[in-house]
């Protein structure tokens, strides 16, 4: 399952040049903190995950079997694992019950906090959620600064759609306000 995350992870934040990617990587669960950096990655199993870079991501995604794309983003006071991925994967296989290779669902992680007390994490959320706003307005300028590079040769034409569960409707809402501000000026 191929996925994005800003997210920072136990090794470096730095992505390593096109050369030495893939690279094995781990969720670093008690830094809340958003990392201005963006990792787009694949889950190959409970726990095990690697950073693949954005070309091969989107490469991957463009020639995905499914019809359409469906970015999901989490509410609050989850964390990768057991909430977001097992869930991501019930939903893949809904969509794959009701017709395979219609979607294929691509979750984007932002950091939810990782102690006891869900009133505390949902508090601390909120500012996890509008700090990712940054960094997720990236990832919407990469993809059409790589749509644009695709346009002569063979474009990506796929159907993409985005849904926002809880608090992911705050990430989505001021990642479009980011990018409608800094980059789409």
Same mark, same amino acid.
């Given at each position: ?20 990617? +893939?690279? +094995? ?8 903190? +958003? ?26 995604? @463009? ?19 057991? #909430?977001?991925? +097992? ?10 019950? %009701? ?21 505390? #994490?949902?508090?601390?959320?909120? @500012? ?29 034409? @796929? ?17 479009? %306000?980011?990018?409608?501000?800094? #980059?789409?000026?």
């Amino acid at each position: 399952m191929l996925f994005i995350t800003n997210r920072e992870f136990k090794e470096t934040i730095e992505t390593p040049d096109a050369d030495t990617l +893939p690279r +094995p990587v781990t969720f670093d669960l008690d830094k809340n903190a +958003p990392a201005n950096s963006v990792f787009y990655c694949e889950r190959q199993g409970a726990e095990q995950y690697r950073e693949i870079g954005s070309q091969s991501f989107l490469e991957r995604l @463009k020639e995905s079997p499914a019809k359409q794309l469906l970015i999901f983003i989490h509410g609050f006071s989850n964390l990768p694992e057991p #909430d977001i991925f +097992p869930r991501v994967e019930k939903l893949q296989a809904l969509f794959d019950a %009701r017709e395979e290779n219609l979607v294929e669902v691509v979750p984007m992680i932002w950091p939810c906090d990782n102690d006891l007390g869900i009133v505390k #994490d949902y508090w601390d959320d909120q @500012k996890s959620a509008d700090q990712s706003a940054f960094s997720f307005a990236r990832v919407l300028q990469r993809f059409m600064d790589w749509r644009e590079e695709q346009r002569d040769g063979d474009p990506c034409i @796929k159907r993409i759609n985005v849904l926002a569960h809880s608090m992911g409707n705050r990430v989505f809402r001021e990642t479009l %306000r980011v990018w409608d501000r800094y #980059d789409l000026a």
